[in-house]
């Protein structure tokens, strides 16, 4: 690697900085897809319950979204490329634990160890990048991060497909082996250390406890509200432990001496507009990514390959606009890019409402495009006015922040959209299934098996029953996803009232005066860097 340093210098440094972030990124938001295609093998290979299953998708998510805002204090704290380093490392060494798992128990305990090495990687990649480049081009860069996660998320299905079928489910983690060397070899050359000045080595262990305590049972509620009921005692137990732990929380926060979320960055308006906007924009988005892949395997017949192929038009979109819209966000700010992407999500989402039993993949794809430029539109703009309404040393736990809200918008989606698909279907096989001799409790069955993409008919039907409740089946799904797909659209035009009424106009907004700092200073050369200079 000697050889090759002269290549670095402090001119193109910033670009060598964002694709080795646009690198490891690649790998991270690759495993939020991947996954989900090979669970079939996973349950024939290892014999896995249904349980196991879904912790093993489950169990990262919960890992990566409460840890996310404590992963970018520590970034602050101790410096972003070392918490990095550790992140990609941990993530890189579980994926090798998952692939060689030899049953569900390692795997499960593997994909949570990923998502804590995710949650420490994914607000690092932004603060490294939001600190590489000045505020006047942060757009564009932050449009190019966002086109490669999208971009992730776009071939994870694909990919996971052709790995399943062809290789072996192992294969799907094996992968990030080379990748995540790769991204550690280039973060030690390319990018420098940075850290918050403004504080010392403290951190707020009290804080971290409360704050991953109340995610953690809030997370684990939504995952499992609509399996274990939103009136259970656990779900309910979940949700008022998690209210105690939150308000703890902040308690501990406005008493500790270094806190580990400054309540001084919700001062600035753009930080808070698009905090909701990330909330928002991902849980319409998931939910509906969700339910339409449900909808296309189960209603339509594709395979899980075929399905992530269909994906690509609003995906692809994203991946080609992304960057363009961060470069309007340098131009005229982010209020109305934002503004003008939710207004074209919410019209994918209308079009979905439109869904009925002779609706076709050709009818349905010009909603695809809609919806991802609209998403193209409103994450880039939405991540850099958050990143240029702090300072740069608050870019970590800013970062931690923005991130945490998109996963939990995601979750929150997916349980809130599921609870109103369920209530729908419910509703529509009562109107459909009245006087065919089945009880209340089947029904409910039939309902919440559609919330999974099954619809099996209870056992010791004849076949005039069995017959009448798969076309009721049929129905009501399509029925319930018009529906739930309305409750979306509301939600998303609620988001461009948001953009409009908080996010500013201007370029840049200016940072409050409790956080205005300039950023700070290198800790420590990046290897190869005198070489460079010299």
Not at 129 to 157: D, K, M, Q
Not at 423 to 448: F, M, P, V
């Amino acid at each position: 690697m000697t050889r090759y340093r002269h290549l670095i210098t402090d001119q193109n440094r910033k670009w060598w900085t964002l694709g080795a972030m646009c690198f490891a990124l690649f790998m991270l938001m690759l495993d939020n897809t991947v996954v989900n295609v090979a669970l079939p093998s996973i349950e024939r290979d290892l014999g896995a319950s249904l349980s196991s299953l879904e912790w093993t998708v489950n169990g990262y998510t919960l890992a990566f979204a409460v840890l996310l805002a404590t992963g970018g204090r520590l970034g602050d704290i101790f410096g972003r490329r070392l918490t990095f380093l550790i992140g990609v490392t941990l993530f890189t060494l579980s994926s090798a634990t998952a692939g060689l798992a030899p049953d569900t128990t390692a795997l499960v305990a593997s994909r949570v160890i990923q998502g804590v090495g995710g949650a420490l990687m994914m607000p690092a990649t932004l603060s490294i990048v939001t600190n590489a480049f000045p505020p006047a081009e942060r757009g564009r860069a932050i449009g190019t991060w966002a086109g490669v996660s999208a971009l992730a998320l776009a071939i994870g299905p694909v990919l996971g497909g052709f790995l399943t079928e062809d290789v072996s489910w192992r294969a799907i983690f094996f992968i990030n082996l080379p990748v995540g060397v790769g991204a550690v070899v280039a973060a030690l050359f390319v990018v420098r250390e940075s850290r918050d000045e403004t504080v010392g080595r403290e951190v707020d262990y009290l804080g971290v406890a409360t704050l991953t305590g109340g995610l953690t049972a809030l997370v684990l509620a939504l995952i499992e509200g609509n399996s274990w009921g939103w009136g259970s005692t656990a779900i309910v137990a979940l949700l008022a432990g998690s209210a105690v732990l939150l308000v703890a929380f902040v308690l501990v926060e406005l008493r500790v001496k270094a806190p580990m979320v400054e309540f001084r960055l919700f001062a600035s308006r753009n930080f808070v507009g698009s905090n909701m906007i990330a909330l928002i924009v991902t849980f319409a988005m998931m939910a509906q990514f969700f339910f339409l892949a449900l909808y296309m395997q189960n209603m339509l017949g594709y395979s899980p390959l075929q399905a992530g192929i269909r994906f690509l038009p609003a995906t692809l979109m994203i991946v080609a606009i992304a960057p363009l819209a961060g470069r309007l966000t340098d131009r005229i700010g982010a209020r109305l890019p934002i503004a003008v992407g939710l207004t074209l999500v919410t019209a994918a989402m209308v079009w979905l409402t439109q869904i009925d039993a002779a609706t076709t993949y050709g009818t349905l794809w010009p909603s695809f495009v809609l919806m991802g430029i609209g998403m193209a539109l409103v994450m880039s703009p939405m991540s850099t006015a958050a990143m240029n309404a702090v300072a740069d040393a608050k870019a970590g736990i800013a970062s931690g922040v923005l991130s945490m809200n998109r996963m939990i918008g995601g979750t929150l989606g997916v349980a809130v959209i599921g609870a109103v698909f369920a209530g729908a279907a419910r509703s529509k096989l009562d109107q459909l299934l009245a006087g065919s001799g089945l009880t209340a409790a089947q029904r409910s069955d039939i309902a919440h098996g559609l919330g999974g993409g099954q619809a099996t008919a209870p056992a010791g039907l004849d076949h005039s029953q069995a017959a009448q409740v798969s076309s009721a089946a049929h129905d009501a799904f399509i029925s319930a996803f018009a529906s739930s797909m309305k409750v979306a659209t509301g939600v998303t035009a609620a988001g461009v009232v948001v953009a409009l009424a908080i996010i500013r106009s201007g370029r840049h907004e200016a940072q409050p005066e409790t956080a205005r700092a300039s950023a700070a200073p290198a800790l420590e050369p990046a290897a190869g860097e005198h070489a460079a200079t010299t």
